[in-house]
């Protein structure tokens, strides 16, 4: 009798100890993080109306600063959990549109916000200010002809490229609102876009859970985030 009480008593115990146990396991798990949700673009910035000179390229003083071109609302209109959004410039280089003309004096060099990194934080199991982001990057402003002669070219060597390295690649026409639109490669998202006298660029990813496991992230990204990026500034670009 004396033997078995104490076998019932150290089973007793060591199922108590297992319940305390799997309690502790329990709170000290991290939270399930909310489903992720997208919108679509709801543009309320300025205008972007550049006046470059007929024939010409903008002065490089004159380019928009790349970090206030996207508000804070406007990305929130796309992922409405973004939180701490923060903007980093993009330095951008320009060269001359045709090497064989002498580029006019101020339209060449370095543009110190001739883009911008947005980097914000995402709903994530793992708490990360930063797990999210979106670039823009203006390559040309100029007269709308230079500009739309300059993205065919553009176009032309992406695809070429395209095919000999067998990238994914999609003309997207303007379907996405700019007269023009590709990705050079579906895998990474990055876009390329012209519009006026605007050539530009929008790319970036996330590491958030609920955007999917690389690489079909960077593409899910592109079609939820980055593509209403696109449509937000095309509209406001006259």
């Known amino acids: ?24 396991c329990g709170k000290d798990a991290p939270a399930e993080p909310p489903a992720l949700r997208f919108g679509t673009a709801q543009p309320s910035g300025n205008r972007l109306a550049a006046q ?14 790349g970090c206030e071109v996207l508000s804070d ?44 990194k947005l980097s914000f934080g995402l709903p994530d ?22 500009v739309a002669k300059n993205y065919a070219e553009d176009l032309a060597k992406a695809r070429k490229e395209a095919t000999q ?18 990705a050079a490669d579906l895998a990474r998202g990055t876009l390329t876009c012209h519009q006026g006298p605007y050539e530009f660029e929008v790319s970036g990813t996330s590491t958030a859970g609920g955007v999917g496991k690389y690489p079909q992230a960077d593409r899910n990204w592109s079609d939820k985030v980055l593509r209403q990026v696109v449509r937000t500034l095309s509209a406001r670009m006259h």
């Open 52 to 65: 470059p000179p007929s024939g010409r390229s903008l002065a490089l003083a004159q380019w928009p600063h």
């Open 73 to 116: 609302a406007e990305i929130k209109a796309i992922v409405p959990q973004a939180g701490g959004i923060k903007r980093q410039p993009v330095q951008v280089t320009v060269i001359n549109f045709n090497p064989l003309v002498e580029s006019d004096p101020g339209t060449t060099g370095e543009v110190p916000e001739g883009g911008c």
């Open 1 to 24: 009798m004396t033997t078995r009480t104490h076998a019932l008593s150290v089973a007793t115990a060591l199922a108590g100890a297992a319940v305390l146990l799997l309690a502790g």
């Open 125 to 146: 199991k793992h708490h990360d200010d930063s797990n999210s982001n979106i670039t823009l990057t203006f390559t040309a402003v100029a007269d709308p002809a230079l």
């Open 165 to 182: 390295y067998h990238k994914a690649f999609e003309d997207l026409g303007t379907s996405l609102g700019p007269q023009g639109c590709y």
